[in-house]
């Protein structure tokens, strides 16, 4: 006896129930191929993370180099790598020129960094940060601002400083002490001068010297201007770590040169690995290079692995020694 169609349809339909369900290997060949797909989709991610965030960076240095061209235009020259009397650094003058206008009003030109307000002190201005090292808002540990141990202050950090030379015009002073010295971010007088000895609320004695882009004669393209500085994970917002200097201490305060301002050459290679000890050296979190703006307004990375005298070369406005190509990525 034949079974019936109705009979047939109730079994085929149950057959497919069955069938329908993953059995335990298929559910294990499908989990292996996501995890395939998932280990090679994450290096693409994050090398597309890492893309934008040095593109944010590089935004941030030509932003920078503007602020700085227009300083220049307004002032007749550079700003300088700290004023003198404890005033200011050139982070703090460049904010009415990359519209910080608001800042700039509430900063008292008269006083020193000790005595302005707490608000100034610690303005977080977004372009002052690469986005591959930190975000704002970021301050200085407890301590690594004091004066004289007379108040314990904080200040806001930041990731850029300007190349002060290659370090042989003038040594580690060259931006106050020796005006020949061949950095674009420079001071003449020497430190303290004028300022009313051991007090640390000095006056701000108005100094009119800067460099300006005449004396680049070694050319405005292949001049450095601002860079990343170097600076370990480990010791963010310090100014001596285990009795290292750092550096990264509130970058409004002109007490220590390396805060704002680092040298290359080739006794101040580029950080070549976020460990290294700190050198006074520039460097960054970009893979093998670290990011610049020249003279002229461009940004480029330049090699961690740039012949060190190639990099004192670059690090100068007037050696008069001949640079070609800048080997850059």
Not at 49 to 68: D, F, I, M, P, Y
Not at 69 to 93: E, Y
Request: proline residues 5%.
């Amino acid at each position: 006896m034949q079974p019936s169609h109705t009979a047939w349809s109730i079994g085929h339909k149950h057959d497919r129930a069955q069938r329908a369900g993953l059995t335990l290997v298929e559910l294990l060949v499908v989990m292996f191929i996501i995890g395939v797909l998932i280990a090679l989709l994450l290096p693409a991610v994050q090398a597309a993370r890492e893309a934008a965030r040095r593109a944010q960076c590089t935004n941030n240095l030509k932003q920078l180099a503007l602020g700085v061209h227009t300083f220049h235009d307004t002032m007749q020259g550079m700003p300088r790598s700290r004023t003198r009397c404890l005033h200011s650094t050139w982070l703090a003058d460049v904010w009415p020129f990359v519209e910080q206008q608001s800042l700039a009003r509430l900063w008292d030109p008269a006083s020193s960094f000790f005595a302005q307000s707490a608000e100034t002190r610690t303005a977080q201005v977004a372009i002052y940060y690469c986005p591959s090292r930190r975000d704002a808002p970021q301050l200085s540990e407890p301590g690594q601002d004091d004066r004289l141990a007379a108040v314990d202050l904080r200040g806001a950090l930041g990731d850029y400083a300007g190349c002060i030379g290659d370090g042989i015009a003038g040594g580690k002073r060259a931006d106050y002490a020796d005006r020949s010295a061949n950095g674009m971010f420079l001071s003449h007088s020497e430190f303290g001068a004028g300022c009313g000895g051991a007090d640390p609320y000095y006056r701000f004695n108005a100094e009119r010297f800067y460099v300006n882009f005449q004396a680049v004669t070694d050319g405005t393209s292949t001049t450095l201007l601002v860079g990343e500085k170097h600076v370990p994970p480990s010791a963010f917002g310090y100014r001596l770590l285990d009795g290292k200097e750092i550096d990264d201490n509130a970058i409004y305060n002109p007490d220590h040169l390396g805060t704002t301002g680092r040298f290359a050459g080739p006794g101040f290679p580029l950080a070549r690995s976020v460990d290294e000890p700190v050198n006074m050296n520039f460097g960054g979190l970009h893979s093998g290079v670290c990011m610049f703006a020249l003279v002229d307004g461009s940004v480029r990375g330049v090699s961690t692995s740039i012949e060190k005298e190639l990099l004192g070369t670059i690090a100068s406005r007037n050696d008069g020694l001949p640079v070609g190509e800048i080997g850059v990525n």
